[in-house]
Each structure stands twice: as C-alpha cells, then as structure tokens.
C-alpha cells in the first residue's frame, strides 16, 4: 500500500478468508460489576464521578454481550477491585497471531490493571511483548488494523506515545500508519476511527491533524468514506465493533444509521449511557482476538 500514491485497496479481500488480515475468531470482555466513574482522566469523566448507575450499566453491557456473541464467540476475564476502567478491554492490549503487545497506561489510575492483563495473556497461551513504562501505549484503543491486513493504524498524541509505533512494527512486521490524534475528546483512536468490512472507513477528520486525514485519504478513496459529523462523534459512532457486515455501536442519528445501511451494514445499536460517562461505548467494552495461539 501506498499513501502517497492512493489506494491500492482491494475489495475483495476483506469478505473472504484473507491469512495476512486480522481473522477474528472471539472477544476480551469484562463484566462491569466494578464498574465506576471514580476519577478523572478524559474530558468525559469530567462532572461524572459517581454518576453512574451499576445496574443500569449492568443491564447495557448485557445487551452489548448479547450482541456480540451473536457475532462471535466471548472470553471473559474478571473485573478487580480499584480497577473501575478494567470493563475497557480494548485497553488492556493489541493482538494479532497469538502475540500480544501489551498496554503501559499513560496515567497512573489504569496502570494496575497492567499485571492482570499480563497475567490472562500469559495463562491463556499468547506471546506477551512489554514495552517500557516511559512509551505508553494503550492496546487497541490506540491501534486498529486495516482490514485487509496491509497496515496498522495507530493513535499518538493524548495517551500512547508514538516510540511505540516502532515496538508494533517489529511485533508484526507491519507498516505502521502513525495517526496524530489532536482533540482531547477523541483521547483514543477508536473514538473517533474505525476500519469497516468492505473497504470502508469511518472517522471523525476534526480529531486529526491535516497530515492524518491526508493519510486516511490517500488509503480510503472517497466513495468508502463515511465522515462522521460532531453530533454523532460526541455520542461515539465511530467506537464500533464491526464483523462481517455487522455494526454494533452506541444509538447514533438516523442519518449516520442510513448512511451505514446503504453500504449494506446491518446497523445493531445498543444505549451505553452508561459507559459513555467514562469515555467509552461498544468497541473500548471489547478487545479482539484472533484465537491463533501455538
Ligand atoms: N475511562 C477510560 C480511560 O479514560 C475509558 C477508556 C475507553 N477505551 C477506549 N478504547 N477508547 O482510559
């Protein structure tokens, strides 16, 4: 691929068995029996601490679990005591192949969540990469695959530093696709980026600096572009799960949700209120797994 010369994406490959793209065969998720706003580290938590209701969180994660595990199989791993954020699996790492490079938490309020990540992905078979506590990075809420597999793109500039772009590139001598994420509100890149079946691509432009979105464009051509407008990023439109031809995300505006079905998106959306008042939705309450363990 080439972001100079545009895109060389091939369509194909992503609705058929594709050994180099990120074959998914399950989900990392956590109950959020622990679950709480109980400090502040994005502009989301901001106002909210203590203000969300577990069971009504309670109840919105288990409609997402349903959702999800009509799609694909779920692992689970168990929340802990003063690790409120442990529900954001997205964050507890980033897999492909059976090797994980796992999450080094930019802010010291998720950094114990560290050990337990490392401790489920040592027991459970995968290759664990650590990089240093000095480059953060924050597991697939920071990078996302391209769906043909050609790229990795990855978040900087909020909470994962970019040296650890270089650490993901050796993992999976892959090209990394470095994204400069400039709005506070879009701390993560599935805030505001997501790589659809297809060929499509979802984001939010204002949360990147015009290098990125030029990146972006030179990868998607126009008409697989879905642009986001404010309203529906603020509520997390981008933060999708996406298998097949299936989305799974927040309620989002019912042009956003035509706009996915006339791409031929099954459009499945859940209310994660909730979850919202710590920053997150559907795709940070999930994290990937490609099962692919020696
Ligand atoms: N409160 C969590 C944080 O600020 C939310 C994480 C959301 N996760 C995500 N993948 N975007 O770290």
């Not at 509520?235 to 989002?252: D, E, M, P, Q």
Request: net charge negative.
């Amino acid at each position: 691929m080439s972001f100079i010369t545009g895109s060389t994406y091939d369509d194909s490959l992503t609705s058929t068995y594709n050994p180099h793209g990120p074959v998914l065969t399950s989900f990392l998720m956590c109950a959020p029996t622990l679950y709480d706003v109980t400090y502040v580290i994005n502009p989301w938590m901001a106002g909210n601490v203590h203000s969300s209701s577990r069971e009504k969180a309670a109840e919105q994660w288990r409609h997402l679990y349903e959702a999800v595990t009509q799609l694909a199989d779920v692992v689970l791993v168990e929340p802990l005591p003063g690790l409120p954020d442990m529900v954001f699996t997205a964050n507890a790492g980033l897999e492909r192949d059976g090797t994980v490079v796992l999450s080094r938490f930019f802010h010291p309020e998720r950094q114990g969540e560290e050990p337990h990540f490392r401790r489920w992905f040592q027991q459970a078979g995968y290759k664990v990469v650590s990089l240093p506590r000095e480059t953060p990075f924050e597991g697939e809420g920071d990078a996302l695959f391209a769906k043909d597999g050609s790229c990795l793109w990855a978040g900087y500039g909020q909470r994962t530093h970019p040296a650890s772009h270089t650490v993901l590139r050796e993992a999976w001598k892959i090209e990394v696709a470095s994204l400069h994420l400039i709005d506070p509100r879009f701390y993560h890149l599935d805030t505001c980026f997501a790589p659809l079946d297809g060929g499509y691509v979802m984001y939010y432009p204002q949360a990147f600096d015009g290098a990125s979105v030029k990146k972006i464009e030179a990868f998607y051509p126009e008409r697989k572009r879905l642009i986001v407008a404010e309203a529906d990023a603020v509520r997390f439109a981008c933060n999708v799960i996406n298998v097949g031809r299936t989305v799974i995300l927040n309620k989002v505006s019912g042009e956003l949700g035509g706009q996915l079905r006339s791409k031929g998106f099954q459009v499945v959306e859940v209310a994660l209120s909730e979850f919202l008042k710590a920053g997150g939705a559907a795709k940070c309450l999930v994290m990937g797994l490609s099962g692919a363990i020696d």
